[in-house]
């Protein structure tokens, strides 16, 4: 750590002070009285009286009197006491009052209603690819808007000789700024350089200043490094807390009564990271874009066709393979948003992607790179959890990582929604979403049994207009073999099922997939595994329940059959219930099913039982509107599906307004 004096800085920093602490204020003019009687017309009376001009008379005794002779107090009233005040939003409106008191008397204090709080500025305004914080320099009026404001309050009759000395407790966490004379912004306190790499950046804990910033005030503003990454001891809490001190021209402490040891203190707290769920209000989605001969440009042409049909809601956004040849959208980053109050009730802020730990099979690079590249920006920002690159598991792809919505139980309230995970997921990025302090503990699910490994194969959420708010979606082997029973019972046996469709050995030989309902119901492996699946599902489901208290009329079932690769699982119709969710417009796999009198029937199932009022789906309860996806080639054979090739995302809420948690 280190400390500085406003005298040594003078050279190197002081010139954009408001008040310069580094020149010897002039001496200022003052005007004495006279009692030189040789001066002509002195006004002084024969009876040794002075007239002024108000009609008061000044007597010889030194007593002043008025013109009808009563006394009149010419004592020169107290000045104002010393001001030793600190102001930051512990009301959190957004705006910095120092005459409310709700500001005022929550300054340390962090609830469920009063604490102040900073953003980790890990966006980037200016558009050099390099994170906000990282970079010495307040990047425009974007990059000043995230940056929360302090209030040094102005001590006007400061005494000549009075110094003040802000102190940061954690200054490798910050940056701390002063507004100058200009209007710009100058560097005080915390991290110092370039502060990308840690040889680049240098800290400094404390600034001392002498009485005509004082006497003149500060406005300063804060911005973080980082969020709170870890619930350990030894890492950091995520507060911050700024010090005033201010000392008398001999060094001794100036107290008044709500200073009585002479300082202030404020105390702040970094934002949370918010992750997105099905339910969040999402304007935008992105996927890769495939190239114009592929077999899997018609998933292009399903997701336009979906947009299209939004009226503004959310815009489709893709990427070339020449950007980044990674097809598993969901699972190569993960989407949130960081927020701060704002004035007017709307919340400051911007999106934070979180980056998986390791690159896909014939992509480009670590995923960090590319969303350095086509991600980060004016309020987008980009995070790398993990403490090693190229760690992890396809248990770390984000299709592994969901959000349930919001819930309330009679123990607990998720107001935010919640962290569901399944298996083997790194530590550190358990340990990050629960340092969050807004939508856990994590509630771990079990995933291993399946190939890919990830819960968004046999779980998704759907809006609802229920007491919830939402249902939760499950796929389900067991309804899926009643349906090929049904139709074989029902003289169907012979109707075929895969039409058209493909699929490619290891050795890339081609298997045709199209088949009867007949020749599934005698495929014993496929029952068999099906059934194993089955069985894993609602292990799952068993512990969901009661840590939910969810009811079965909660839950909606999605049929389809799984196959198997050794000991692990993976659909072998497309899975359905791994969809894209966006308002209530539902992109569903196209589950290629039996067809029946040219339908599908199980198209006619999904589009009965979410498409209407039955299940009360949609925020109107009237159902979702449907979309079906053709993701064959280029996601299902591939073991994966509509969710696992798409990712939406929403900017800052009022409605994610995580500070009313007391965390």
Known sequence: MRKQSIGSLCTAMLAWVTVSGCVTSASTPTRTATTDASKADSGVAADGTTPLADGALLLPDGAVVAADGAPVDTAKPEPPGPVIDLVVDANRDGVVK?????????????????????????????????????????????????????????????????????????PAKVRIWARTADGSWGLLLGSFGNCDKAENCSYLNEFEMQADWLRSGLELRIEGSQLRMSQAKDAWSGDVELTLTVTDAAGAPVVTKTAPAGSDTVRMRVAAWLNNGNTSEFDKWRSLRYGGSSNSVVFNKDLDTAEASMAGLAKYVTYEANSYADRWTQDFYQTGVVQMPGPNGKPQGFRLFNARPF????????????????????????????????SGTSYDSHGNHDLIPPYKTATADFKYGRIVTGSGVLPETWDWYDAQRAQGPTLKLNSSWLIVGHIDEFLSYYPAKTKRGWKLMVGSNAMAKQMFEKAQADGNGGAKVFVGRKAYNSANQEIKMEQTVDDVLKNAEILQWSQEAEVKVAENIAKIKPELELGDDEMVLFPFLTEAEGTKKVSWQPGTVNCLVVGNYAMIPKPFGIIIKDKDVFEEDIKDRMGTAVNLLGSDGMGMKVHFVDDWYGYHINLGEVHCGTNPESGPSSKLNWWNLAR
């Open 359 to 390: 690159a896909n099979a014939g992509g480009q690079g670590l995923p960090i790179a590319w969303m350095r590249k086509a991600l980060l920006g004016p309020d987008q920002a980009i995070l790398a959890v993990y403490k090693k690159a190229n």
């Open 98 to 170: 120092p005459g409310d008191p709700n500001d005022q008397d929550n300054e340390e204090v962090f609830n469920d209603k009063f604490g102040a709080i900073f953003l980790p500025n890990l966006d980037d305004d200016d558009g050099d690819h390099l994170e906000d914080f990282y970079d010495e320099v307040i990047n425009g009026e974007g990059d000043t808007a995230d940056l929360a404001t302090i209030l040094l309050q102005p001590w006007k009759e400061a005494p000549d000789g009075t110094k003040g000395k802000l102190t940061v407790d954690v």
